[in-house]
């Protein structure tokens, strides 16, 4: 009797022993396989975080390359990583135009009337179309801006235009400026922009606007009715120092033809990875057309132009 409650006893023993011990390498299996898990983990994210920058080094890699040559580019390999860029006419064809940055006070954008050549000169001809036409649309302010503030964006729009049409040489000049603080034109003498309210240019919405025709700025129909006549017309902010506001310019109104090209629009895609799992980043640049050197050479004064 007592060997056999020894024997119940031992195997009673044995048998909790070999479920701790069954616990114990459950703990220690998951511990090990946790360590595990994280360490792939750590190498996986490790991964990625290296072909995104690669990706994004690609990337900036075509964007540098169009803007030397001003072509597009398909799957070119750079070391680990690969690059495709897509170059195009911005706005090209089209009866809007919405300034891809924000500007700050003194800061401003370039309408272009005519269009550019592959060497980057203007040209109007085959293939080249430039617009005609007598009525401007200018809306800007970011929705929802105060016409009331200090910082309240004010503008100043000048059109280049030649008089007589046919050479650089007979360019001419006709500003105005607009701004939307009733208090603050008393001491300016600007004018006042359209009492319409906010406008939409392409799906945005601007706080101000004002439509502007060239005859009522003092351009003869012989240089907006012809192509090559119009130039172009640079909107400059004004007041807001404060904030970056949005720009925008529209050309739908009867008579008119639409716009030329308004400068590069570049799109570069960096590829690096594993096909199916691969990193990609994306970098968008706007290039404008290089500026006269004689536009924004003055300032406007109510009282006249001072150089």
């Known amino acids: 009797?007592?060997?056999?409650?020894?024997?119940?006893?031992?195997?009673?023993?044995?048998?909790?022993?070999?479920?701790?011990?069954?616990?114990?390498?459950?703990?220690?299996?998951?511990?090990?396989?946790?360590?595990?898990?994280?360490?792939?983990?750590?190498?996986?994210?490790?991964?990625?975080?290296?072909?995104?920058?690669?990706?994004?080094?690609?990337?900036?890699?075509?964007?540098?390359?169009?803007?030397?040559?001003?072509?597009?580019?398909?799957?070119?390999?750079?070391?680990?990583?690969?690059?495709?860029?897509?170059?195009?006419?911005?706005?090209?064809?089209?009866?809007?135009?919405?300034?891809?940055?924000?500007?700050?006070?003194?800061?401003?954008?370039?309408?272009?009337?005519?269009?550019?050549?592959?060497?980057?000169?203007?040209?109007?001809?085959?293939?080249?179309?430039?617009?005609?036409?007598?009525?401007?649309?200018?809306?800007?302010?970011?929705?929802?801006?105060?016409?009331?503030?200090?910082?309240?964006?004010?503008?100043?729009?000048?059109?280049?235009?030649?008089?007589?049409?046919?050479?650089?040489?007979?360019?001419?000049?006709?500003?105005?400026?607009?701004?939307?603080?009733?208090?603050r034109r008393a001491s300016n003498s600007f004018a006042m922009p359209d009492p319409v309210g906010t406008c939409q240019i392409g799906g945005v919405t601007y706080a101000f606007q004002k439509t502007i025709t060239m005859s009522g700025l003092g351009i003869p129909a012989g240089s907006y009715t012809v192509a090559n006549g119009l130039l172009f017309a640079k909107v400059r902010m004004l007041y807001n120092t404060d904030a970056s506001h949005i720009v925008g310019t529209s050309v739908a109104f009867a008579g008119n033809t639409t716009l030329p090209s308004q400068g590069l629009e570049i799109v570069s895609t960096g590829s690096s990875g594993v096909t199916g799992s691969e990193s990609n980043r994306r970098v968008n640049v706007f290039q404008s057309w290089a500026e006269f050197p004689f536009s924004g050479l003055s300032v406007f004064s109510p009282y006249g132009l001072v150089k």
């Open 1 to 183: 009797m007592q060997r056999s409650s020894f024997r119940q006893t031992f195997f009673y023993e044995s048998g909790q022993a070999l479920v701790l011990v069954l616990l114990s390498l459950s703990v220690v299996l998951t511990i090990v396989l946790f360590i595990l898990s994280r360490s792939i983990t750590d190498i996986s994210i490790s991964t990625e975080q290296a072909d995104s920058v690669r990706a994004f080094s690609a990337a900036e890699a075509g964007i540098e390359r169009a803007l030397i040559t001003g072509s597009s580019y398909s799957d070119v390999s750079i070391g680990n990583a690969s690059y495709s860029v897509d170059v195009s006419d911005y706005s090209e064809g089209q009866t809007t135009f919405n300034y891809p940055s924000k500007l700050l006070s003194g800061n401003s954008m370039t309408n272009w009337f005519v269009s550019h050549n592959t060497l980057g000169n203007i040209f109007c001809g085959a293939g080249y179309p430039c617009f005609t036409g007598n009525t401007l649309k200018i809306c800007w302010g970011n929705e929802g801006t105060s016409k009331s503030t200090a910082t309240t964006p004010a503008i100043e729009v000048s059109v280049y235009y030649e008089n007589p049409v046919g050479s650089l040489a007979n360019t001419k000049l006709a500003r105005a400026v607009y701004d939307p603080n009733d208090a």
